[in-house]
Each structure stands twice: as C-alpha cells, then as structure tokens.
C-alpha cells in the first residue's frame, strides 16, 4: 500500500532524480496495483490464509515486473539511449565507407551499431582531414563540437546533416557528404 502511495506523489517531489520519475497515465495502474494487492495482503493475513496472501504477493511482483520492463523502461529509456542514433548511422552508413567520431565516448555507439570500428578522431587536423577523405561515409561529433565547427567555418558545405539525436543530456549530430 505505500507503493501505491509513493507512486501517487514521487513523481512531483523535486529530486535529483525529478528528471527520471514523471507522471504518465500507465502509473495509474501500478497505482491501482499496489494500493488493491496491500489490501489483499493485509486482508488475507487477517484471516489467517497465508497461501493466498504469499500469491498475492507473487502476482504483484510479476504484474509489477513485466510492467516495468514493457511500459516504465521504454518510456525513461529514449532520455538514455545511444540507439536511436546508432540506427540512423546503420540507415546512413555506405557500404565500404567508415564511420569516424570526433570527441565521444564511443562504447554505446560501439555496442549498437554493432560495429566495433568507430574510428576515433584525436584532433581537429584529424577531423578536417576526415571531412574530405572517400573512405568516410559518416562522422558523428557532439553537437557544441558542430556548432563550434560551423561558427569557424570549418565544416565544407558538402558535408550535410543527416541525424540529430540526444542521449541523456547530450546532442549528437550525424554528417554525411552530399554526393
């Protein structure tokens, strides 16, 4: 029963973690969950009918698991998540061409674009040389690295991009050159 109640008023509590826990409608019915399965329980245990107050008990973790894994995962992880962005290098990379980063972590783009082989780029020289080089199909940089780039002029205008995306609070583009 105090999940049930916890779940009615963590969301509007300012945490550092405000950002992760909203109120969406789907937390109705965890609400509904927990306050009816504590009644159960507390009810069932009254009686003295344990085997039923431990089945009820059961039922809510599973109710409340798969829950969690089918509607509150989905709806935090697009805040988290490299894949939306790893889907548009897979859309967007050429055959034969690499993909090249410049200033990321490359570990998430790594594990789903599956593709291990992210070439990461030390230096602007490195990156300038990139931008004109036939064997990269793709670079990916943060966005404060575009902008500074485009305010300097050093991005060549044949160099578009294809995707923007966010992963927590960082923004990721994608550039590919005009062919």
Same mark, same amino acid.
């Given at each position: 029963?105090?999940? #049930?109640i916890?779940?009615?008023i !963590?969301?509007?509590?300012?945490?550092?973690?405000?950002?992760?826990?909203?109120?969406?409608?789907?937390?109705?019915?965890?609400?509904?969950?927990? $306050?009816? #399965?504590?009644?159960?329980?507390?009810?069932?245990?009254?009686?003295n009918?344990?085997?039923?107050?431990?089945?009820?008990?059961?039922?809510?973790?599973?109710? #409340?698991?798969?829950?969690?894994?089918?509607?509150?995962?989905?709806?935090? *992880?697009?805040?988290?998540?490299?894949?939306?962005?790893?889907?548009?290098?897979?859309?967007?990379?050429?055959?034969?061409?690499?993909?090249?980063?410049?200033?990321?972590?490359?570990?998430?783009f *790594?594990?789903?674009? #599956?593709?291990?082989?992210?070439?990461? $780029?030390?230096?602007?020289?490195?990156?300038?040389?990139?931008?004109?080089?036939?064997?990269?199909?793709?670079?990916?940089?943060?966005? *404060?690295?575009?902008?500074?780039?485009?305010?300097?002029?050093?991005?060549?205008?044949? *160099?578009?991009?294809?995707?923007?995306?966010? !992963?927590?609070?960082?923004?990721?583009?994608?550039?590919?050159r005009?062919?």
């Amino acid at each position: 029963m105090l999940g #049930g109640i916890g779940v009615c008023i !963590v969301p509007f509590i300012k945490t550092p973690v405000s950002g992760l826990i909203r109120f969406f409608p789907h937390l109705l019915i965890f609400i509904l969950l927990f $306050l009816a #399965g504590g009644y159960l329980i507390i009810s069932f245990v009254r009686k003295n009918k344990l085997t039923a107050s431990f089945l009820t008990v059961f039922l809510i973790m599973v109710v #409340g698991f798969l829950g969690a894994i089918e509607v509150v995962l989905p709806s935090i *992880n697009p805040l988290k998540s490299a894949k939306p962005m790893c889907q548009s290098i897979l859309r967007h990379l050429p055959k034969d061409k690499e993909i090249v980063a410049y200033g990321l972590k490359l570990a998430p783009f *790594n594990f789903y674009t #599956g593709l291990n082989k992210i070439k990461e $780029l030390k230096n602007k020289e490195e990156l300038i040389l990139a931008f004109n080089s036939p064997s990269v199909g793709l670079i990916l940089l943060g966005e *404060n690295s575009f902008i500074t780039l485009q305010e300097k002029a050093l991005i060549p205008a044949n *160099n578009q991009m294809v995707a923007k995306s966010k !992963v927590g609070h960082r923004s990721f583009i994608l550039l590919k050159r005009k062919s």
